[in-house]
């Protein structure tokens, strides 16, 4: 099966696909991305993944490089060009190509380009039987609710988790709160039952499966709040789960080698995983 690339403007080979050196991106990590999963060749959560996109952009005072109704065309014909029914499609726009000089070039086009993947769905034993996660410092900069392609911090924090043999890095801060994963959001239900995670500010990304999980839960009846925890309260929490575009809901039975509750995923974070199911199975008609 031909693998299809999109770089500025042109459908290429994926081998063929290339950026030139004095990209921006490439130069000063000065660019964004999203990565959008889609079943049955229809996007999930197209338009909230979009809407980041423009925010990021926005934020970084990076021209939109198409008009909306341009990207959506260009993401389909990419997806039917690559032959996938399933997949992952990963949008990156950066600021451009300029001599390198730090402050923002006056005249500057942004850079798009668009690549798709398989399937990066969870492993089946790790949606039923949860993950073991470590913790490590959130060394990141500040503002980490920018989808910025400058992402050595969170390499390193999933590096040192592989190295662990942990599916993720939870990031806690110098005062001890937890803000994130370094590539997911993370949760904690407490000993009461409710659902905590961080508050969106610039130290998390809004994750979108964030968003939806959050609204499933309220509309299932479960509480919420979304506020820091610091990792003592995580530690003796009931139930622990982190979310991804990727991972879904993957529960979390293990941190820094110590069972989360009784070990096992929890009764909330099940529900909460087949509320997520049938969800995206409404949308794109894939039951997974
Ligand atoms: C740091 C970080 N937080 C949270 C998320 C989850 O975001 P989403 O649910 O939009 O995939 C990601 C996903 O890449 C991430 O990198």
Known sequence: MARISYVNGSYVHHQEAVVDVEDRGYQFADGIYEYIAFYNRTLLDGELHLRRLERSLNELRIEMPVSMTAMML???????RNSREDGGLYIQVTRGVAKRDHPFPKKIRPVLVMT??????????EVKDGVAVITTADIRWGRCDIKSVSLLANVLAKQKATEQKARESI????????????????????DKGVLVTHGLDEKVLGGITRDV??????????SVE?????????????????????????PVVKI????????????????????????IFKQTGRML
């Open 213 to 222: 999980v959050l609204r499933l839960a309220r509309k299932a009846g479960i």
């Open 226 to 250: 979304e506020r820091s925890f610091n990792s003592v309260e995580m530690n003796s929490a009931a139930e622990a789960f982190i979310t991804s575009t990727s991972a879904n809901i993957l």
């Open 256 to 279: 820094d080698g110590k069972a989360v509750g009784s070990g096992k995923p929890g009764p909330v974070t099940r529900k909460l995983q087949e509320l997520y199911l049938t969800y």
């Open 171 to 190: 990031l806690v801060r110098d005062d001890r709160s937890v803000t994130e994963g370094a590539v997911s959001n993370a949760y904690i239900i407490t």
């Open 116 to 125: 798709v993947c398989g399937p990066k769905t969870p492993k089946p034993h």
């Open 74 to 80: 260009i993401i389909r014909e990419l997806i039917v």
